[in-house]
């Protein structure tokens, strides 16, 4: 179990630090979108696209080791009171019963649409705007891929902590 929580975990932090590389593109690409809007009235699809598309990639490239960092949305003010068995129970239910019914929903709606677009070969629908729409409409398959894999090395970390075998506070 070890061995598989450190490789998830490994994976999601390389994943994380990849896509937070994206951040300074983003900013420079919207900072000159704004810049070119309005002080030289120019307006190019691809670039407005290209920020909007880089903020996909951040966001989804960061959710899983948001999770494994403990930075996600929690309520301490019960959370941090409770024992590291506590703190094991709800991180348990809270895998099965929202994060991984949540990653079933997005899956479950978003699988038809992703597929349309691939068998289209989907192009923006702006004139001007970025080709491979069906790749930028792939990534809710990578959130889901890198939610549930970080859901599964929390999940294991809670029943190690079950055990008696990990505590929360020496997690790798």
Known sequence: MQSAIRSIDAINRWIGRAASLALLPML????????????FG???T?????????????????VGYTLREER???????????????????????VILCIWPLIGVVLWSSYSPIMR????????????GLPFVYLHKSLIFAFCL????????????SIEVLRGRRTFEASP
């Open 28 to 39: 420079v690409f919207a900072f000159t979108v704004v810049v070119l809007r309005y002080a």
């Open 117 to 128: 677009s691939w068998r289209l070969l989907e192009r923006s629908p702006n004139v001007g």
């Open 146 to 157: 890198l939610l549930m894999l970080q859901g599964l090395s929390l999940l294991m970390k």
């Open 46 to 62: 691809w670039l407005q696209e290209s920020y909007i598309w880089l903020n996909s990639v951040v966001f989804i490239g960061m």
């Open 72 to 94: 996600h949305v929690r309520v301490d003010l019960l959370y941090s009171r409770l024992t590291p068995k506590g703190r094991a129970i709800v991180n348990i239910a809270g």
């Open 42 to 44: 120019l307006s190019y």
